[in-house]
């Protein structure tokens, strides 16, 4: 069964400082893994999706980054803004598994 | 395209009501999911639907609940009778068959719910 986690479960940060968040997962067969945004009362926005076969992926201000071997994938948010305070959720489908297995997200403060 | 649309966005009910939840997914996309998402449990995959089939259903919690897809461009949730417990976000959200796209989820903007 696949568990992902990511750490830490809440993050206050100055605004432009430059963060990176967390997520693991147990197992390392993945077809791919997506990161998305939530803010509150709204739905998941997909920030970025990471093929099995990819290292990492940029967007603007953002670039996620997958090593499979060991079970890992950060999310790093270069100099961040206010409105960048928002839950942060990494999700993991399995090779073979048309779902996905989320993590509980981080929830990320950033104070102008 | 418009995105994954759903309604109603809020409903309010009384324990007891019948409650029918809609989503409408992107269109050409194969597979459909229902999703509730609460403080406590985060998100929980309830059931998905792969060209309107309904494929693992594992997830729906009792059998108050039910869903269907009658076709490709609709699907619905229905919560009946509904009971102060089932308040929450319930999410759809639609993906691409994977070898047809990138297999990337797209979600709806939710349905609040809360039962009285």
């Known amino acids: 069964k696949q568990e992902v986690t990511q750490i830490p479960a809440a993050l206050s940060v100055p605004e432009g400082e430059n963060l990176v968040l967390n997520c693991s997962f147990t197992?390392?067969?993945?077809?791919?893994l997506q990161w998305f945004r939530q803010d509150p009362g709204k739905g998941l926005t997909s920030l970025l999706l990471i093929q099995s076969s990819q290292r990492e992926q940029t967007s603007g201000r953002l670039n996620a980054s997958l090593d499979k071997s060991s079970g890992r994938s950060t999310l790093y948010i270069a100099a961040s803004q206010p409105g960048d305070s928002a839950t942060y959720l990494c999700?993991?489908?399995?090779?073979?598994?048309?779902?996905?297995?989320f993590g509980k997200g981080t929830m990320l403060l950033v104070s102008p | 395209d418009a995105g994954v649309i759903q309604s109603p966005r809020h409903e309010v009910t009384e324990m007891g009501q019948e409650v029918t939840l809609r989503c409408k997914p992107i269109s050409g996309h194969d597979y459909l999911f229902w999703y509730r998402q609460t403080m406590m449990r985060g998100l929980e995959l309830l059931i998905y639907?792969?060209?309107?089939?309904?494929?693992?259903d594992s997830g729906m919690p009792e059998d108050r609940f039910s869903a269907k897809m009658p076709n490709a461009s609709f699907s619905t949730l229905k919560i009946q009778p509904s009971e102060p417990r089932d308040s929450a976000v319930y999410f759809c959200?639609?993906?691409?068959?994977?070898?047809?796209?990138?297999?990337?989820?797209?979600f709806g903007e939710g349905s609040r719910l809360t039962v009285l």
């Open positions: 999700a993991v489908r399995r090779q073979g598994y048309s779902t996905l297995t």
């Open positions: 959200a639609s993906t691409r068959e994977i070898g047809r796209g990138t297999g990337e989820l797209f």
């Open positions: 639907f792969n060209n309107n089939v309904p494929i693992d």
């Open positions: 197992d390392s067969a993945i077809y791919n």
